[in-house]
């Protein structure tokens, strides 16, 4: 992280993901598009895509050091026929709705308290795995593996929370031969350990916090190397992240870090493929909190200069190719962040597109040069919180939701329609 002076922003190469209790969100900003409508977007606003040359619509284009060229055009594989998504709410609805866009059969599962959920309409076919727990639903590996094979599905999308950062789901997946939507198990597992993952990044000579990342956990060394960072510092949880509670985890390892006072929280999203190539679709800024979790995001991130946004990019892009994203594409915590509308918003890019497409084996769709940065966008979560227990995460029943009609530039992202009892179980984010 970099100190909050007015010209310097703390960048976060790993981000974090926060929870929500009801589930809905709110994204504004310009329309995502397909790849063909957004070749028609910028053939219409030449002006707002000076920046990014002529794409045939579908194509997909080799860079050589840099330089943008449309002489080679690889084979384009097929999308898969039908995929499985591994998840619930929002999410779930997400991924459903570019698979049918793209022609893509899909399958939910669900637990029995989430029969009547709309991903389970949405879906063309949907499977129960088990009751309300999580334990014995959605986190069931065999449950879902035997619906990918009792289904006829060949990948899976995890979506975000539950299996999405189980190294052990997408080793399962392999071996039965289905094609995990994701990075390797490799990356998660790198991914997954705080200290692991700062000592790659240090290794690729991307910028980490001064900290303490060993594996000696003698009280005594831990208070040396707070002293010699200097206080104040934070203690973190080495597996930790996401609101998850250490029995999610198992492990009771800590890092220490040095504090870094009034930072602001930037993540930038980054794709790799299994042919080497890997952009940038630019940042966010998560800095504004309650409790440690997002409410708004928004992108591009204020206040930073041309020159910051190309090393902060830059910087991502190593810190991906450091843990070897060669098999599929992800962000660098190895799914599919919620806030990723706002890139959508901003890019005109469907992400969720981009993970099929080069899980299917295909290259990136578009060269660094060409990634389009086009207005401006927020998205804010709505948080269910109960007054009567110090405003406390609660869940209840939504009793009315009143949005503006979803347009090219304002997105509804929920996981229930109006008047829908909210169940009382965990979220899966």
Same mark, same amino acid.
């Given at each position: 992280?970099?100190?909050?002076?007015?010209?310097?922003?703390?960048?976060?190469?790993?981000?974090?993901?926060?929870?929500?209790?009801?589930?809905?969100?709110?994204?504004?900003? %310009?329309?995502?598009?397909?790849?063909?409508?957004?070749?028609?977007?910028?053939?219409?606003?030449?002006?707002?895509?000076?920046?990014?040359?002529?794409?045939?619509?579908?194509?997909?284009?080799?860079?050589?050091?840099?330089?943008?060229?449309?002489?080679?055009?690889?084979?384009?594989?097929?999308?898969?026929?039908?995929?499985?998504?591994?998840?619930?709410?929002?999410?779930?609805?997400?991924?459903?709705?570019?698979?049918?866009?793209?022609?893509?059969?899909?399958?939910?599962?669900?637990?029995?308290?989430?029969?009547?959920?709309?991903?389970?309409?949405?879906?063309?076919?949907?499977?129960?795995?088990?009751?309300?727990?999580?334990?014995?639903?959605?986190?069931?590996?065999?449950?879902?593996?035997?619906?990918?094979?009792?289904?006829?599905?060949?990948?899976?999308?995890?979506?975000?929370?539950?299996?999405?950062?189980?190294?052990?789901?997408?080793?399962?997946?392999?071996?039965?031969?289905?094609?995990?939507?994701?990075?390797?198990?490799?990356?998660?597992?790198?991914?997954?350990?705080?200290?692991?993952?700062?000592?790659?990044?240090?290794?690729?000579?991307?910028?980490?916090?001064?900290?303490?990342?060993?594996?000696?956990?003698?009280?005594?060394?831990?208070?040396?190397?707070?002293?010699?960072?200097?206080?104040?510092?934070?203690?973190?949880?080495?597996?930790?992240?996401?609101?998850?509670?250490?029995?999610?985890?198992?492990?009771?390892?800590?890092?220490?870090?040095?504090?870094?006072?009034?930072?602001?929280?930037?993540?930038?999203?980054?794709?790799?493929?299994?042919?080497?190539?890997?952009?940038?679709?630019?940042?966010?800024?998560?800095?504004?909190?309650?409790?440690?979790?997002?409410?708004?995001?928004?992108?591009?991130?204020?206040?930073?200069?041309?020159?910051?946004?190309?090393?902060?990019?830059?910087?991502?892009?190593?810190?991906?190719?450091?843990?070897?994203?060669?098999?599929?594409?992800?962000?660098?915590?190895?799914?599919?962040?919620?806030?990723? %509308?706002?890139?959508?918003?901003?890019?005109?890019?469907?992400?969720?597109?981009?993970?099929?497409?080069?899980?299917?084996?295909? %290259?990136?769709?578009?060269?660094?040069?060409?990634?389009?940065?086009?207005?401006?966008?927020?998205?804010?979560?709505?948080?269910?919180?109960?007054?009567?227990?110090?405003?406390?995460?609660?869940?209840?029943?939504?009793?009315?939701?009143?949005? %503006?009609?979803?347009?090219?530039?304002?997105?509804?992202?929920?996981?229930?329609?109006?008047?829908?009892?909210?169940?009382?179980?965990?979220?899966?984010?």
């Amino acid at each position: 992280m970099l100190p909050n002076t007015p010209r310097s922003v703390a960048a976060r190469a790993l981000p974090r993901i926060g929870k929500t209790a009801a589930g809905a969100r709110l994204a504004l900003g %310009p329309q995502v598009l397909s790849r063909a409508a957004a070749q028609q977007h910028a053939d219409a606003h030449p002006q707002a895509h000076a920046r990014a040359p002529h794409i045939p619509a579908r194509g997909f284009v080799t860079t050589s050091e840099g330089t943008f060229s449309a002489l080679a055009v690889p084979v384009r594989r097929p999308h898969f026929d039908k995929i499985l998504i591994a998840n619930r709410g929002e999410i779930a609805c997400r991924v459903i709705r570019t698979a049918k866009k793209l022609g893509i059969k899909t399958v939910a599962v669900y637990s029995e308290v989430d029969a009547d959920a709309l991903h389970v309409q949405l879906a063309d076919e949907a499977y129960c795995i088990g009751p309300a727990a999580s334990a014995e639903s959605y986190l069931r590996m065999d449950k879902i593996i035997a619906v990918c094979h009792r289904s006829g599905a060949r990948a899976v999308h995890p979506g975000y929370g539950f299996l999405s950062e189980n190294p052990r789901f997408a080793e399962r997946l392999a071996q039965e031969g289905i094609v995990f939507i994701g990075p390797p198990a490799s990356a998660i597992v790198s991914m997954g350990s705080k200290s692991e993952s700062k000592n790659i990044m240090s290794a690729a000579n991307v910028p980490v916090v001064p900290g303490y990342h060993g594996t000696d956990q003698d009280p005594n060394l831990l208070f040396q190397e707070a002293t010699r960072i200097g206080f104040p510092v934070l203690i973190k949880a080495v597996h930790g992240g996401g609101g998850k509670a250490q029995k999610s985890f198992g492990n009771a390892d800590v890092l220490v870090e040095k504090y870094i006072v009034h930072p602001r929280h930037v993540e930038v999203q980054v794709f790799a493929d299994a042919q080497g190539g890997c952009v940038s679709l630019w940042e966010r800024d998560c800095s504004v909190q309650r409790r440690n979790q997002k409410i708004i995001e928004e992108a591009p991130a204020p206040g930073l200069s041309p020159e910051l946004r190309a090393d902060l990019s830059a910087k991502a892009i190593a810190a991906a190719k450091a843990v070897k994203y060669e098999f599929y594409f992800m962000e660098m915590n190895t799914r599919l962040q919620v806030e990723h %509308p706002v890139t959508e918003m901003i890019t005109g890019l469907d992400l969720v597109e981009w993970q099929l497409e080069v899980a299917a084996g295909n %290259p990136l769709p578009l060269a660094q040069s060409a990634i389009p940065l086009v207005g401006h966008a927020f998205e804010a979560r709505i948080y269910a919180e109960n007054p009567r227990n110090n405003f406390l995460p609660d869940s209840g029943q939504l009793l009315y939701l009143s949005t %503006p009609t979803p347009t090219h530039i304002f997105r509804l992202l929920s996981r229930q329609r109006p008047l829908h009892h909210l169940p009382r179980t965990s979220s899966p984010s």
